[in-house]
């Protein structure tokens, strides 16, 4: 059962059970939908962006306690970063959960993010931890595509 | 092929005996994540008998060789074994003669092939295909795409919460318009076992005719196509334990013969020049190209070890198996059961609490069980039940009362962990 703990650390159960920043927003000018077809996971984000900064994220969606946590602490994190920061964050944490395994540096520069390490145990979970970080990059990119508040699919 | 007189001579005294048949499946001897295996997610696909292992490996040590190009001894060997598996399959579903017996690449491609082939030449722009509303999406999308391109309307019969086929709902949709009625015998996703021999009778006093995916049915229960007299019979070899990459349609030969071939090329062929193509005959006209030869001779030796060990001592042993699986899965608070239909198959759906079933499979994967998790290919059926997923537990001859009781105790593990 230690490695079950490793992946459902209580943050993660709290934030699945608790998720933050849930609901949508109105005044959003960046929305785009997540959907992993193999499980049915939906996942809808709203972003409101100013001068490359994220002012505020909500979603709105049904999934796993996994994807449900990721998303939740997704949009706890991204509050007040920059796209650029935004990017780099889910890099570092892609290369946490996908990535060789370096016990020197697990999380590190990721805040309680990094308690999706145990994911990396966990191959088939991790589509589930990464859902809402590819919708938040869909959305976000959809402002080089279109440059407007059109949502983006 | 190898005969299990033990086996045989227990069936028939006292039933079956799972812990002796279990011997004959070497992938069930193994520990998963430091637990012994419990294989719960049969009606994905079904593990292998040693019989079935060593048929492809005799087939590959000693026979291979191309099919029907008979000059030289390894293609004989080669020609008679996969035609001999042909003549078992054709006793196995009790079909009047082995030209009725069409291997394919499994229940998917079967559909695909009465689609394009039959379904092209036969419908038309206002016909009507009636399908019901717990298909897997293989017995769905085929007839969709159909629909789409002929202007035919494609129609659902619908379920009750039970998830029991509607007779008398399917009875009103019935219609002079209706040109094909394509079923599951049984349903992947909730277990329920459909009225086929009505279905078939009351489409044929329509005119229509009756394709049933039978998937799910054949390792679990005796079928005979000539008693159903349905017109088409589709299933894959690997929900019977035998290998994947092989499947079977069956159509009455006169609806086959007027069938136009569907892929074109080698072996489908009785003579070709560049003016013109002479077909081969059935079943050859829907063969093309060299077959999947080693596990068509494997999927014989699968259905006769199932003839071995017996299909009525099969059926009367996961009856009370999934009984007594329904019983303590009922009883456990926090459980919704997602199929309850009063004839079932081998197939229990269900969920816990509010907990997620990937969340709830993982937990049961780290416990050595492995159960599909999921929509199981049938996302109309989810919907109807207003769930995004269930967690499915199906069963076995080979598995136990005892591997019921690790399913049912971890998820007291579960109900901890997400508590």
Redesign the interface.
């Known amino acids: ?1 230690s ?3 490793d ?2 650390q209580e943050l993660i ?1 709290d934030h699945s059970k608790r998720p933050r920043n849930f609901g949508s927003m109105n005044d959003a000018n960046r929305t785009a939908d997540g959907f992993n077809p ?5 996942l809808k984000l709203f972003l409101k962006i100013e001068d490359g900064v994220i002012r505020d994220v909500k979603f709105i969606g ?5 994807s449900t946590a990721s998303a939740s602490v997704m949009t706890d994190m991204l509050k007040g970063q920059t796209i650029e920061q935004a990017a780099s964050l889910f890099e570092t944490f892609h290369y946490m959960i996908t990535g060789p395994k370096d016990p020197q540096h697990v999380g590190s520069g990721l805040g309680k993010l990094a308690v999706f390490a145990g994911v990396s145990e ?1 191959p ?2 991790v589509k ?1 931890a990464t859902l809402a970080w590819h919708t938040m990059r869909n959305a976000i990119s959809g402002k080089t595509e279109a440059a407007s508040t059109e949502q983006v699919k | 092929m190898t005969a299990h007189p033990a086996t045989l001579d227990i069936e028939r005294t006292i039933g079956l005996d799972p812990e002796a048949l279990r011997r004959d499946f070497p992938v069930l001897h193994q520990e998963v994540h430091g637990k012994p295996l419990v294989y719960l997610d049969n009606a994905a696909t079904t593990q292998k008998p040693r019989s079935v292992i060593d048929a492809l490996v005799r087939y590959y040590e000693h026979d291979n060789a191309n099919v029907h190009r008979g000059i030289h001894e390894l293609s004989q060997r080669a020609t008679n074994d996969y035609e001999d598996a042909r003549t078992v399959v054709q006793a196995f579903l009790g079909a009047a003669e082995s030209e009725e017996i069409i291997y394919t690449r499994g229940t998917t491609e079967s559909i695909n092939l009465v689609t394009a082939s039959w379904g092209r030449a036969n419908v038309g722009a206002g016909d009507e295909v009636l399908i019901s509303a717990m298909e897997h999406h293989s017995n769905i999308v085929p007839w969709q795409i159909l629909c789409e391109e002929k202007g035919a309307q494609l129609k659902i019969v619908p379920i009750n919460d039970d998830g029991e086929f509607l007779l008398d709902e399917y009875e009103r949709l019935l219609s002079d318009r209706t040109r094909i009625v394509a079923v599951n015998h049984v349903s992947n996703a909730l277990g329920s076992v459909n009225p086929v021999r009505e279905i078939v009778k009351l489409a044929h006093e329509r005119g229509a005719l009756v394709l049933i995916d039978g998937a799910q049915a054949v390792a679990h229960m005796k079928v005979d196509v000539r008693s159903l007299d349905c017109d088409f019979y589709a299933f894959s070899s690997h929900k019977i334990f035998g290998p994947t990459g092989i499947g079977i349609l069956y159509g009455k030969r006169a609806i086959l013969e007027a069938m136009p071939p569907c892929e074109s090329g080698g072996d489908m062929i009785k003579h070709v020049t560049f003016e013109k193509t002479i077909y081969n005959d059935l079943p050859y006209k829907f063969e093309a190209g060299t077959p999947n030869i080693a596990d068509a001779i494997a999927l014989g030796a699968a259905l006769r070890y199932v003839n071995n060990v017996g299909l009525e001592a099969i059926g009367a042993y996961e009856e009370d198996l999934l009984a007594y699986a329904t019983e303590r899965l009922a009883a456990f608070e926090g459980v919704r059961l997602i199929g309850t239909a009063k004839h079932k198959a081998s197939v229990q759906s269900f969920n816990l609490d509010s907990i997620h079933p990937h969340d709830l499979g993982t937990v049961l994967d780290r416990e050595g069980i492995a159960v599909r998790a999921g929509h199981h290919c049938a996302q109309p059926v989810m919907d109807r039940f207003g769930v995004t997923a269930t967690v499915r537990a199906s069963f076995a001859f080979y598995n136990t009362r005892a591997e019921v009781d690790r399913l049912v105790e971890t998820l007291h593990k579960a109900r901890e962990i997400f508590a």
């Open positions: 059962m490695d079950l703990q992946l459902y159960i193999l499980c049915g996971d939906k049904a999934g796993c306690a996994i966990f088939a979970r589930c």
